[in-house]
């Protein structure tokens, strides 16, 4: 079993920055994908940005440009360094982690006040 600890969401203004962590425990022996989804009020969960074991990164056309997705392997933690931050992404971030099977965190909410 792998458990997900997600930091660093909050209210923030128009262009703002912040910097979302998400560190996985348990019985872990090799993490491939470790990413980020969201999901703003009234609509589906959406991926933000993924990275997979080999360090390759995948975005979303809205995060590109503003967001950069990292991991720390030592720590198995994974990173969202936000910035330029609009309205629009005010959601509910999510982890995610695929190890043998997805695992999911328990979300933590990102406000952007305009």
């Known amino acids: 079993q792998v458990q997900l600890v997600e930091s660093g969401g909050g209210l923030v203004q128009l262009g703002g920055s912040l910097r979302l962590s998400c560190a996985a425990s348990?019985?872990?022996?090799?993490?491939?994908?470790m990413g980020w989804y969201r999901q703003a009020p009234g609509k589906e969960r959406e991926l933000v940005a993924i990275?997979?074991?080999?360090?390759?990164?995948d975005y979303a056309d809205s995060a590109k440009g503003r967001f950069t997705i990292s991991r720390d392997n030592a720590k198995n933690t994974v990173y969202l360094q936000m910035n330029s931050l609009k309205p629009e992404d005010t959601a509910v971030y999510y982890c995610?982690?695929?190890?043998?099977?997805?695992?999911w965190g328990k979300g933590t909410l990102v406000t952007v006040s305009s």
């Open positions: 990275i997979r074991s080999g360090g390759s990164t």
């Open positions: 348990g019985t872990i022996f090799s993490i491939n994908t």
């Open positions: 995610y982690v695929s190890h043998g099977r997805s695992y």
